[in-house]
Structure formats: structure tokens, C-alpha cells
């Protein structure tokens, strides 16, 4: 007589599934039903699987997962043999421990007792794993986009809310101690900045980058055409095509745009986009540029983002503009605080005696100059600030953001910490993205959102 949960039917279960599973990838999928995650105290390890063996998978497993304690890396998978199989070997090199490296991410699930996997595989990948993941009690940490379609991405959060298991999105920034510092701090307890009205963003660079086929992959085709690719530079490339990936504007601009809807505390009501691929002539737009209307509850804000493939100029930043100061800030070197000329300094002083901020200029006042050989003559310039010290927060990190925001996961996984960015609130950015996809498809055309269109039912 056979129990509930037995192997045999944990096995024919799987099978039967498999039989009736086939995503319109191409992408053989199942769901095992039987396999339930163990229930974690806080003191616990928690038991972390890796699938995608690519550069971002490489970070998780080999700079981030060992600044966690009590993080355990105990499985990988991919489809190229040749990357686990490295994968494989550099693990046991840096730690002396074998881990079990698997092609199938079905037979992992059924081999191994994961508390959570960490998803780095392309976005086409992203739902049918994460969905069937959570079905089966696994918490799920997933890189973004959630995925290409934004339907695909509504079934990841309704699974998250339907299973009650853990979906962390990965835009890492909501994790970066600046920005929760800022975000916090100054932007809700401080009210700094008065009324943010427009947010500025960009991120450009000088090429869309790529790689070639590794031989040693020795790559199969039969094999990939089951996992949805129909060429081997879809496997290294995949982001510049529709069918896979998202371009320019999931890939870069989600992580920026999803920080206007952050310290607005809104979302876009309407987008206007314009883009093409003229430049490198990928199937995905290469440069893009797009407005965004907001209310905000303060009152009506724009956001004002671009995308350039050709140059590097000016780089990556988010810029915001208030009426009574301004701030830039990114994950590089480009981060200033500035107040209006207007707004009196012994308004910010307290700010510098709790020691959130640094006066640089040192300066009450500024002079109007003229600008060159014009006659014209400039306001008076913003004076500039800086954050002094991170402190008085909920949680502070000190670690690479990237680190951060996972080890924010394993710590909600232990239910010692709360999310910093499930799956719900992503939904809602990745609605306003594909938005954008949509108004560049349509000439540039102005695309009216729906607030009930954010909404997880």
C-alpha cells in the first residue's frame, strides 16, 4: 500500500505532468506537486539552489551567497553542460565541497530539499519556473525583468500571493542602503525636498553587449530547441530578441523607472515612448526614450527617462527635482544633495546636526553670475550636500547592493526580515515597462494606464 507523498508517486506524478506540459517556448515544463519545503526556524541554514550558470548566476553563487551567513549553496543547474560542470568545479575549489549540478530543473526539485531557489536564467524562463517553484513550497528569489510578457509576470505575483510563498524580485536598488536611506529618511520623515515634481534618468552606453558561442560549450541544438532557443547565439544573446528577453527598456530602464515609482510613491497614469534599433539593428529597440505622467500625492510629477547604445555620456543616474531642493543619485559615483537658493540654510541645519547631511559649500549665500558673452544671467545656484551618515533605519545592510537585496530574501525566508521587493509591488513597474514597449510599437503614441490595471487580484 503505497502513502501519500511515497516516491513512486511523487515520480508518476511528475511524469503525468510532463506528459501534459509544453510552454509555448518550446520549454518542457512540469510541476512537482509532492515536494514541500521544510518550515525554517530563524537559526536555520537555508538550502539555496543557483539555476543559470551565466555571469549573473556566477555572482550569486561566488560573491554573493558566501557574505550571507547561514546561506548554503547545495545545487546548480543549466542547460550547457559545460558551464555547470565549471560551475561545479569552482565551487568545490573555493569550498571543498561538492555540489550536485543538474540540466533539469524538475529533477533537482524532485532531488534535492531546497528552502529557496535563486532564478538567473532568461527572462522567457522566468514565469513557468518561478510559478511551479512556489506551487511547491519554494521560495523564490527571481533577477529581473519577471519576464517578456507582462502577462507572465501577473501569473509570478498571483502565484505569490495565491501559494503565500516568498517572491523577491531582483532590482537590487531597493536594497541599496543609500537609496533606503534616502527614500526613509529624507524623502519621508524629513520631507526634504518639499514637492518632488520631475525625475530625470538615463543609461547609457557606448555598445550593447554580447557574446559569441564558446566551443567548449559544445552546444547541441536538439537539446536547446527543447528549452525554447532555436540558435546557439540565442543562448549567450537571448536579450536582443522579443521572443526572450525585453531590450533596453526592461533590461536597464526597469531598475530606474521602477525608483520614480518608488520615491514618488505612485505610478505612471500615461507614457509616451519613442525608439528604434537603427543603430545596432537588433530585434530589440538599442535607444529609447520615454515621459511619464504622475500623480503623485503631493500633485502631478513627470518622469523623463532615456536609454543611448552609442555613448557612454553622462552615464547612469536618477536625478530628482523638488521645490525646495534636488538630489542625484545612483549605484556609482554620481550622488549630490542640493538645496534651493530660496529655502533658507537654518531649514537644513537640523539635518547636518543629526548627521544625515554635509554642508560642502560651507556657504550662506550666492551671487547671480552672467554666462559668458551672453548678458544672460543664471539663477542663483543650488547649494550642494551630501549624505553624511547612513544611520537611523530599519535594517542597514553595508554590503553590495546586489549582495543586499539576496541576503534581504534569506533573511525574509528565516522570518527575520521583511521583503524590501516582492513580486506584488514588481508587478507594478513591469505593467509600466511593457507600457512603454507598447507606446514605442505604436509610433510614439500616448498610452493611458488604468489604475486597475496595477492590480493583483
Known amino acids: 500500500m503505497k502513502t501519500a507523498g511515497s516516491s513512486e508517486d511523487k515520480n508518476k506524478g511528475r511524469r503525468n505532468f510532463l506528459k501534459k506540459s509544453a510552454v509555448g517556448t518550446g520549454l518542457i515544463l512540469a510541476n512537482p506537486f509532492n515536494i514541500i519545503a521544510n518550515p525554517l526556524q530563524s537559526a536555520d541554514e537555508v538550502k539555496v539552489a543557483v539555476v543559470g550558470c551565466g555571469g549573473r548566476g556566477r555572482g550569486v553563487a561566488f560573491s554573493n551567497i558566501p557574505k550571507i551567513p547561514g546561506c548554503k549553496l547545495v545545487a546548480v543547474c543549466d542547460v550547457v553542460k559545460s558551464r555547470r560542470e565549471q560551475f561545479q568545479a569552482r565551487h568545490k575549489k573555493r569550498t571543498g565541497e561538492r ?226 531642493g534636488a538630489f542625484i543619485i545612483s549605484e556609482g559615483k554620481d550622488n549630490k544633495i542640493y538645496r534651493e537658493s530660496a529655502v533658507d540654510a537654518k ?35 543650488q547649494i550642494s550636500y551630501d549624505i553624511a551618515e547612513i544611520k537611523d533605519m530599519d535594517v542597514i545592510y553595508n554590503l553590495q547592493a546586489h549582495t543586499a537585496h539576496l541576503k534581504n530574501f534569506i533573511e525574509a525566508v528565516r522570518g527575520i526580515e521583511k521583503l524590501n521587493y516582492d513580486a506584488i509591488e514588481a508587478y507594478k513597474s513591469e505593467v509600466c515597462i511593457y507600457k512603454i514597449h507598447d507606446a514605442i510599437n505604436a509610433g510614439g503614441d500616448k498610452i493611458l494606464i488604468p489604475e486597475e490595471e496595477y492590480n493583483v487580484i
Open 99 to 324: 555540489i550536485n549540478a543538474y540540466e533539469d530543473f524538475y529533477k533537482m526539485l524532485d532531488s534535492e530539499k531546497l528552502d529557496a531557489v535563486v532564478l538567473t536564467t532568461p527572462d522567457f524562463w522566468h514565469m513557468q519556473h518561478t510559478v511551479d517553484a512556489l506551487e511547491a513550497g519554494i521560495h523564490v528569489y527571481c533577477e529581473k525583468a519577471m519576464s517578456n510578457k507582462l502577462e507572465d509576470a501577473y501569473k509570478m505575483a498571483a502565484a505569490q500571493k495565491r501559494t503565500g510563498k516568498l517572491l523577491q524580485i531582483g532590482r537590487q536598488r531597493r536594497s541599496n542602503d543609500r537609496y533606503r536611506f534616502m527614500y526613509q529618511n529624507l524623502l519621508k520623515k524629513e520631507e526634504l525636498f518639499g514637492r518632488l515634481t520631475h525625475a530625470i534618468g538615463q543609461w547609457n552606453r557606448s555598445k550593447i553587449w554580447t557574446q559569441k558561442p564558446n566551443p567548449a560549450d559544445k552546444l547541441d541544438l536538439k537539446t536547446l530547441k527543447k528549452y525554447g532557443f532555436t540558435s546557439e547565439d540565442q543562448v549567450y544573446n537571448w536579450r536582443n530578441y522579443k521572443e526572450l528577453g525585453g531590450g533596453v527598456v526592461s533590461d536597464l530602464g526597469s531598475h530606474q523607472i521602477d525608483i520614480f515609482n518608488w520615491f514618488f510613491d505612485a505610478y505612471p497614469k500615461a507614457v509616451y515612448a519613442s525608439g528604434n534599433n537603427s543603430y545596432f539593428g537588433f530585434e530589440q529597440a538599442d535607444t529609447m526614450a520615454t515621459i511619464l505622467e504622475y500623480d503623485t500625492p503631493k500633485g502631478p510629477a513627470l518622469g523623463i527617462y532615456e536609454n543611448i547604445s552609442n555613448s557612454r555620456a553622462i552615464g547612469v543616474y536618477e536625478r530628482f527635482v523638488g521645490d525646495k
Open 347 to 381: 531649514e537644513w541645519d537640523p539635518m547636518v546636526k543629526k548627521g544625515y547631511l554635509s554642508n560642502y559649500a560651507k556657504l550662506a549665500k550666492y551671487k547671480e553670475k552672467e554666462s559668458g558673452d551672453s548678458g544672460i544671467k543664471e539663477t542663483a545656484p
